[in-house]
């Protein structure tokens, strides 16, 4: 029996209708953009494994960094004591996000990062003697799957059984200069019910790669300092280099209050979470009075492995071959976009730093559910390339260590499906 038919037996997959989707690729190893089979087939890795792979996979240089931590700390809990790895990894990544942040909270995953970012806004307010419950959250926001960080996305097929469920948030469109006036005045209208603002800077993700510009945040985070709204950045996804700057907010002029990582945090070696917020928020915590305190932490908060691997990855990324990838990455994708933007079949093409999103036109709205994802899926899986469509849109999000031949490879058989599907 091979992997795939024993996956089957025990095995319930994310994101998946397991009655009528195809059977799993078992993969039995990586190396660098690559992927392989049990059958010996290679993958090009184009989105990254979800998101999370910025070095390449099996690297060698945090797969050392992890097996020398084995040998010395696997786990310790970090209520009351601490280690190396969690504060050396606090103190390298606080220098260089935006000067405003100065204290580190860990966690597991991107949502529970953003989880803490929530509780710490809400209680913050509750802290200070004017509690406020309000929160602003763009339209077809994704901040993540446990229930604080559904209540901030937006509304749609994935939260549907638990609408009735979920706090009530104030939902406005992402700014441009049409809006942005508008959108200042309905935040006025609710500042003094407003405990936060939280966004996706740049990128909406899981919405189809949905871009907007840097200076209209700039002025919408402006206003909601003006106005005392806590600005919450959820840099899980854009964080580490995927917008052709270390983090998204470094395109703007305004500093978040609260900043929420994961993915790349590692390499996409190991599961962590981290949230860092401000001086401001850290004392307003600080009391004689226990009820002050914030109750949240994970079994495995901090866990010493997975510190390993962020700061192995922070090494590679600090390197300046990775700048140089990330550049490389950037240029050729813009090269692509202008070479295939009058397509057809294309309806729309953006693009942000390595992050590259090509909407196909079906003569319908854009949707996730779109039937031509499926094709589209399983014909570059086929072909050797991992792509996986939001609906009818693909887009190419790869590890930086791609070789410039695997990235026109990748292009090379999306030109390929533009003519054949």
């Not at 509780?119 to 509690?131: A, E, R, S």
């Not at 996305?153 to 549907?160: L, V």
Request: with cysteine.
């Amino acid at each position: 029996m091979n992997l795939t038919e024993r996956d089957l037996k025990v095995i319930w997959h994310p994101y998946t209708q397991m009655k009528t989707a195809q059977p799993p690729v078992g993969i039995v190893r990586g190396e660098g953009a690559l992927l392989f089979d049990e059958e010996g087939k290679q993958y090009i890795d184009a989105v990254s494994s979800w998101w999370v792979n910025i070095h390449g996979h099996a690297h060698p240089y945090i797969a050392q960094k992890v097996s020398e931590q084995l040998h010395k700390l696997e786990h310790v809990i970090f209520a009351g004591f601490t280690h190396e790895g969690a504060v050396e990894l606090a103190e390298r990544l606080l220098a260089i996000l935006p000067g405003n942040q100065k204290k580190a909270f860990y966690s597991d995953n991107g949502s529970t990062a953003v989880e803490v970012a929530i509780k710490m806004c809400l209680q913050y307010w509750l802290n200070k003697g004017d509690q406020r419950t309000k929160i602003i959250a763009f339209n077809n926001a994704y901040h993540g799957d446990t229930f604080g960080a559904m209540a901030v996305s937006g509304r749609s097929a994935f939260t549907k059984a638990f609408d009735s469920l979920l706090f009530e948030v104030e939902f406005i469109d992402i700014p441009d200069k049409d809006n942005i006036e508008n959108l200042k005045s309905q935040i006025s209208n609710l500042k003094s019910q407003t405990a936060c603002f939280i966004f996706e800077p740049l990128v909406q993700g899981s919405a189809g790669m949905i871009m907007y510009e840097a200076k209209y945040l700039s002025e919408l985070m402006a206003h909601c300092r003006k106005e005392e709204v806590m600005l919450i950045a959820d840099e899980v996804f854009t964080g580490f280099g995927r917008t052709g700057k270390p983090f998204a907010t470094d395109h703007v002029d305004i500093e978040p209050d609260i900043m929420c990582f994961s993915k790349g945090l590692t390499g996409g070696t190991m599961a962590l979470g981290l949230t860092t917020c401000t001086q401001q928020i850290y004392d307003a915590f600080l009391s004689d009075d226990k009820l002050k305190t914030l109750f949240h932490g994970h079994s495995f908060t901090a866990n010493p492995i997975a510190c390993a691997s962020a700061l192995a990855s922070l090494d590679l990324f600090q390197q300046p071959e990775t700048a140089e990838n990330i550049a490389r990455i950037k240029a050729a994708h813009t090269a692509f976009a202008d070479k295939i933007r009058n397509h057809p079949k294309i309806k729309t093409v953006r693009q942000t730093g390595t992050i590259l999103a090509m909407e196909w036109e079906t003569g319908d709205n854009t949707s996730y559910f779109s039937s031509l994802r499926d094709k589209l899926y399983h014909y570059f899986l086929a072909a050797g390339v991992i792509l996986r469509p939001l609906g009818n849109v693909i887009y190419i999000l790869p590890p930086y260590c791609i070789t410039n031949e695997q990235l026109s490879y990748v292009y090379s058989k999306i030109e390929q499906a533009l003519e054949e599907l």
